[in-house]
């Protein structure tokens, strides 16, 4: 009976000006997800733990499983026998790529378990698949940073083009996670389907600009493009205090401040460890103030992705 | 009496995927601008060359004395006494940054005339209030390029935030100008003012892949990033033989094809000097067919920008 274990990290999409198209993975929290090859054939969800009994044990619907089955078909080796336990350390709906991660560090762990017969990039479009069952669109922006580490584009979907991004040492990400939930589905349903010219400008000013920031580095230019025009205003309502939470986080140091993929949680980036624990504090504070319990978590920039634990 | 001359190449705007916000320069064609400065008070065009008697004399007309009166306003000195000779290269409503290239010159030689008051980068407001009076928008996708050289990314309008791309080496600009000529004014009135999301999300996915693609340098991702969803479905109906001649330039070997600024003229870049030469043959003949003469430049980008000569 060969078994694995793989971890894999939460990831903040969108990164306030790249929506749908930008997205970087963060050390901690991740998700666990532990497989093993069985002699009978089919995908079991087994044993979920830490989501409260909320997500689904169904193969076709829960997303480790969902990807997995998609990979396994990929191969052709939809025969394999597989047992899925998940641990889950993400919050659901929480904005840090929870689906992704379950489904990132499933294809991790099968690749492996079956003598990585795919490219880590490779996995890709089985994470997405899994994005599609989850939340209604198969988008890449957390499961590819989740598969690959770093800062990720997506130039493209159509044919789909990943392009890593250098992280430049010394970045902090600061998560806080308030005690809200939005799920991603709502969260994109209250975006407009058309947007002013002129909007739509500002914000590929601001994403080309975060671009060449995080490979010059430029760490006053990274600052200065972490501005969201589209999704931020509209989901920004959904989320008390927003605006008070950024200007506190940018006055305590941090670069920028934003929604971390569709909310609620917040992510801010520093250049010190320091600056991001406190900014972490400060926002917490915030959210305190209107009797929000929240978590924070602080970390490097993780630039390995899911791996084999 | 202290006269000097200047010159200031032409420029690409929007690089198909950069509307409003990016541009690059070339070595040739450029305008150049001789500068005296006189006793008598004012700022006075005395002579236009190559215009064919179209460009207006009348010093809060003209790109290049407009430029300059809002310089000499900007640093205290309105009573100089300026005569500016123009000589015009570049086609007029071309899409290759004819009005931006005078008054950068302009500016580059009154700048150097009265010992370097400003900085390069502070000439910008003032070639831009040029183009405020030449096409109606205040816009400095040409103006920055021409006067700094490069590629210029202009990260935001409010405040101004000019950044500066890397040029990698071995990279080729092929332009073709046929004998159409269209105001940019008119070229911009054909744009919706409110776009789908989905095309500004492809739109901005391209725009980050060209600011990655040319600093990493990643060839192969610039030429998949010079996409326009959004200006060149619309402005490419104004061009005969549009997309024939985007195909055929491509299958010469160009990276990429596209609308320079507004049109009408056509931009490919290339990674060798031959390269180009062949598919600005190859763009010229397409025009042939359709009885549209034309002009071919080749040249490398410039990364100097306008210069006193």
Known sequence: MKTIKAFAPATVANVS???????FAVEQPGDE???TLKKEPGVVVKKIEGDGGRLPLAPEKNTASVAVLAFLEAIDRKDEGVEI?????????????????????AL?????????????KELLPFAME??????????????????????????????LDVVGIPTPEDLYCTLVHPHLELKTED??????????????????????????????????????SLKDVIAEPVRAL?????????????ETGALGCGISGSGPTIFALSTERELASRTGKVIQQQFQK????????????????????
């Open 17 to 23: 000006c790249g929506f749908d198209v930008f997205g």
């Open 33 to 35: 997800v532990t497989l």
């Open 85 to 105: 336990y998940l641990k889950k350390n993400l919050p659901l709906g929480s904005g840090m790529g929870s689906s992704a991660a379950s489904a990132a560090a």
């Open 108 to 120: 991790v762990g099968i690749n492996h378990l079956l003598g990585e017969p795919l490219q880590r």
């Open 130 to 159: 899994a994005e599609r069952v989850a939340c209604g669109s198969a988008h890449a922006d957390n499961v590819a940073p989740s598969l690959l580490g770093g800062f990720v584009l997506i130039r493209g979907y159509d044919p």
């Open 187 to 224: 969260s994109r349903q209250v975006l407009r389907t058309s947007i002013p010219l002129k909007d739509a400008i500002t914000q590929w000013g601001n994403i080309a600009g975060l671009v060449a920031g995080l490979m010059k580095p430029d760490f006053g230019l990274i600052g200065r």
């Open 238 to 250: 959904l989320i008390p205090g927003f605006d008070e939470i950024k200007e506190k986080a940018v």
């Open 290 to 309: 209107l009797k929000l319990e929240s978590e924070v978590y602080v970390s490097k920039i993780n630039t390995r992705g899911a791996k084999v634990v």
